[in-house]
């Protein structure tokens, strides 16, 4: 019978229990079985079938999973693997797959439902224009869509934005830019460095 070992040393808590697929899972993370003992996991493989072999340490117990079934962990061991700098877009498609099932779990429910939206806010300062077009781009090339800029949704500021669906889903990615220059614009400015010219004598 395996003991829970968190407090053995090498072993570090997560700030919190969570649960997640088991298609996510890695070498490293503590995994606690239904029994409530907790184990390191040392392998994972996959198969074409979609089932996770997790291999874990004691006895070396290969358990099998099916990637969507969904496991908890209770920490990390760092002397079989290192943490890894979690991913945002694995990190944010765990969360929309926890949505998801949640969602699921309204079957039977009935359902008035006028539309539903994902949005990805990309930035909200001009100034951060140059990452956010290049986030909302990125998103957009996954969906085989592409986005444009202007003002959406009769919105007053200027937008770079996707809108794709998916289902009955509709996700929106957007970044705040600034206002590209008009002709009026450029004209404005061409007469003022003139002006600035002639006032100081430049201009022949």
Request: some cysteine; glycine content about 10%; charged content about 20%.
């Given at each position: 019978m395996h003991t829970d070992r968190t407090d053995r040393p090498g072993y570090s808590a997560e700030p919190r229990t969570r649960e997640i697929k088991a298609g996510d899972l890695t070498a490293?993370?503590?995994?606690?079985?239904?029994?409530?003992?907790?184990?390191?996991?040392?392998?994972?493989?996959?198969?074409?079938?979609?089932?996770?072999?997790?291999?874990?340490?004691?006895?070396?117990?290969?358990?099998?999973?099916?990637?969507?079934?969904?496991?908890?962990?209770?920490?990390?061991?760092?002397?079989?693997?290192?943490?890894?700098?979690?991913?945002?877009?694995?990190?944010?498609?765990?969360?929309?797959?926890?949505?998801?099932?949640?969602?699921?779990?309204?079957?039977?429910?009935?359902?008035?439902?006028?539309?539903?939206?994902?949005?990805?806010?990309?930035?909200?300062?001009?100034?951060?224009?140059?990452?956010?077009?290049?986030t909302v781009d990125a998103i957009a090339g996954v969906f085989g869509a592409a986005a444009s800029t202007g003002h959406h949704n009769r919105s007053a500021l200027w937008e770079h934005r996707a809108d794709v669906q998916v289902g009955e889903v509709v996700l929106s990615a957007f970044a705040a830019v600034p206002k590209p220059a008009s002709v009026e614009d450029e004209l404005r400015a061409e007469v003022e460095a003139l002006r600035a010219q002639l006032a100081e004598g430049g201009a022949r």
């Open positions: 490293g993370m503590i995994l606690r079985f239904a029994d409530g003992e907790s184990l390191t996991v040392l392998r994972v493989e996959r198969d074409e079938d979609g089932i996770v072999l997790v291999t874990v340490d004691g006895d070396a117990i290969a358990a099998p999973y099916n990637a969507e079934e969904t496991v908890t962990v209770v920490g990390w061991d760092g002397a079989v693997a290192p943490p890894a700098e979690p991913d945002y877009w694995q990190a944010l498609a765990a969360d929309l797959r926890a949505v998801a099932d949640r969602v699921g779990s309204l079957a039977g429910t009935p359902a008035h439902v006028s539309y539903v939206t994902v949005g990805i806010c990309a930035g909200l300062v001009p100034s951060e224009a140059p990452d956010g077009i290049a």
